[in-house]
């Protein structure tokens, strides 16, 4: 294992390794198994460009050479910063295949969180696009190379300007290593770093192994019941792990699938594809499924073709859900979980009423669930607590944060999700919201979650986020901010309509905000962060 990162116990990894979990293969060997399964079949599709599995294993033998030319080899950190674009994927299996380990920022990312990254990674290479929704990422780069001592060199898709084109990879000379030459990475070792999702502190790095990543997206692939005709829109950023291997672009390419890449996740452009290219499947989060039952009504596709649509990151209301089906004309799949590892989902053979209200069960019968009190003790069956959890594909500890792990993990090696959930009978998780996202009221405690579900309900409503406000006397007073859904409900409306539900009055908005939209992280989850600096400065 990397320097700098917790490895299962030997014990553990033995057990898993004799399960079949972890079965001894990289990413970049499972390229080269798919290429000379599926052939001239078509693996991917961006733009203009489709390629197929034959022609993209050939591109990443090229980066692979170009990369060794340049000095980038095993154990070498790069920070990948590329939109959904073919680049993206190719460059992703070329550096599994020498051994070095990408770290995926997301688009959004700016000078803060990238110097974080190539700093905290000693990254000696960064990847970036020339121009991506209007920002030019070249001045970027460029700022940060003057940060970082260990940050050799910057590509660029695109015009390059006064750094390295990326398709002087695709063109080493004769020189280089030939790539059968190349010392393969072990499948224990650490293929990439995603990124922790909080929205106050910069991203820790999430280590993801050959084995337990392969593990996740096979897995995964299996429940989803993919195959060589599942068409994959990658509508989300392809550094994320839903849309990365969920089971994403490496579920979908493992079963010999299509994966097509969208640039942005409006209706206009993902339906466009849905209909051009038959997509089967496609991950989304509950803002993007919030534009798409509203794009429904006035962008005119054929959509009937899609099967699946699973939705994750963020809790999924209920009556958001019952929407799914009658109006985009496909199976909803509800997802949890992390990057940090556990994943839960629902299954094609669940009841309509369990996938509704369910966020799903655990991906591998290895998956250790917790669900405890704030002194760490077990609660009782259906009762919140905070979600603990250990199994074949979480992570043990973040990459070089000693101080982080030893709050993050208990002594056993759960690691504490943050997440505040309940478990049914059966076992499926139900997420109450975070532990942190409480508001404390004069004592009382109100989730945040609970409150926008009822309020999302409103038929005047398209989406509710609940804050704190501050308050000199109760500590906290409950905001709830509202995108309407024509005329805008009053907060006198909203506290009757909550009411009538039968909501507890110390839980009632007491200040409202109506918005066009919501600020979104780069996760495209709603950031409560900038929504409390909203509500300080806005009239209610």
């Known amino acids: 294992m990397l320097e700098g990162c917790v490895d299962w116990p030997q014990e553990t990894a033995k057990k898993y390794q004799k399960l079949g979990f972890w079965q001894g293969r990289t990413l970049g060997d499972e390229l080269r198994l798919w290429a000379d399964r599926y052939g001239d079949r078509v693996a991917l599709v961006g733009g203009e460009r489709r390629l197929t599995y034959r022609e993209l294993d050939a591109w990443v033998d090229r980066l692979v050479r170009g990369l060794l030319a340049r000095g980038i080899g095993q154990g070498d950190r790069v920070v990948v910063q590329l939109p959904n674009v073919v680049e993206f994927v190719a460059l992703s299996f070329a550096l599994y295949r020498v051994g070095a ?12 969180e990238i110097s974080h990254m190539c700093e905290h990674a000693e990254a000696v290479a960064y990847f970036i696009p020339d121009r991506f929704h209007g920002f030019d990422h070249r001045p970027l780069a460029g700022e940060v190379r003057d940060k970082v001592p260990s940050l050799r060199e910057v590509f660029v898709v695109g015009e390059p300007g006064p750094f390295t084109s990326f398709d002087v990879l695709s ?15 072990d499948s224990g070792d650490v293929a990439f770093f995603l990124l922790s999702g909080g929205t106050t502190a910069l991203p820790k790095l999430i280590p993801r192994t050959h084995d337990d990543y392969l593990y996740q997206t096979r897995t995964t692939a299996e429940i989803c019941s993919l195959d060589q005709e599942c068409v994959y829109l990658a509508v989300l950023p392809l550094p994320f792990n839903f849309t990365w291997g969920c089971p994403g672009v490496v579920g979908v390419l493992s079963a010999g699938g299509t994966v097509v890449l969208a640039s942005g996740t409006g209706p206009e452009e993902c339906f466009e594809l849905i209909e051009r290219e038959g997509v089967t499947l496609t991950s989304v989060v509950p803002t993007v499924a919030h534009l798409w039952l509203d794009g429904a009504e006035w962008v005119e596709r054929d959509l009937s073709s899609l099967r699946t649509v699973q939705i994750g990151s963020a809790k999924l209301h209920p009556e958001v859900a019952r929407r799914i089906e009658p109006t985009l004309g496909c199976r909803l799949q509800q997802v949890f979980g992390m990057a940090e590892g556990l994943l839960c989902m629902t299954r094609d053979d669940d ?18 669930l917790r ?47 943050g997440d505040l959930v309940r478990l049914t009978d059966r076992g499926d998780v139900v997420v109450e919201g975070r532990v942190k996202d409480v508001i404390i009221r004069g004592g009382d405690k109100v989730s945040a979650t609970e409150v926008e579900q009822h309020v999302g309900a409103h038929e005047r409503v398209q989406q509710a986020a609940v804050v704190p406000v501050p308050d000199p006397v109760l500590g906290e007073r409950v905001c709830v901010c509202v995108i309407p859904a024509g005329e805008p409900p009053t907060l006198a409306e909203l506290k009757a309509f909550l009411n009538a539900r039968g909501v507890a009055a110390f839980k009632l908005p007491e200040r409202l905000v109506l918005l066009d939209t919501f600020p979104l992280t780069g996760l495209g989850k709603v950031d409560k962060k900038q929504l409390r600096t909203l509500t300080g400065t806005s009239e209610g």
């Open 171 to 185: 063109e080493a000379s004769g020189e280089a290593p030939a790539t059968e030459d190349v010392d393969a990475p």
């Open 371 to 417: 669900v405890v009190d704030p002194e760490g003790l077990p609660v009782p069956p259906g009762t919140p607590g905070e979600l603990l959890t250990r199994g074949p594909y979480t992570l043990r500890g973040y990459y070089r944060a000693d101080g982080h792990n030893a709050t993050a993990f208990d002594a056993d090696g759960f690691y504490r999700t």
């Open 101 to 112: 380990l990408p770290v995926h920022a997301l688009p959004a990312h700016r000078g803060s």
């Open 351 to 368: 009841d309509p009423e369990t996938v509704t209200t369910v966020q799903g069960r655990p991906i591998s019968p290895e998956d250790e």
